[in-house]
């Protein structure tokens, strides 16, 4: 019988063989773990009304968001996101 990575009720049929190496807490490979995680994430994000932006900037202006973001003591993310809010005047609970 031909076992899939991603098939749950099938791991008991591999239970006797010996592994190498520190002890599995997931049976799943890292890959699947990050896809599902990230999945999941996006869910989340969903379901709390956010909405995802992605953009390049030159490596002196990202050094200044980090620097700033860290002097504030938020993350980048919240950091670029109270800027924008300040831009366009929208209230924080707004969104």
Do not use: W, Y
Not at 45 to 74: Q, Y
């Amino acid at each position: 019988m031909a076992v899939e990575k991603s098939d749950r009720t099938t791991l008991d049929m591999f239970a006797t063989e010996k592994r190498r190496g520190r002890p599995r807490t997931n049976p799943m490979s890292r890959e699947q773990q990050l896809r599902i995680n990230k999945r999941n994430q996006m869910q989340r994000d969903k379901s709390n009304g956010l909405k995802r932006i992605e953009f390049k900037v030159s490596e002196a202006l990202f050094n200044a968001l980090n620097d700033k973001a860290l002097d504030s003591n938020l993350t980048r993310g919240q950091l670029i996101e109270s800027i924008l809010q300040e831009q366009f005047d929208i209230d924080a609970d707004h969104s």
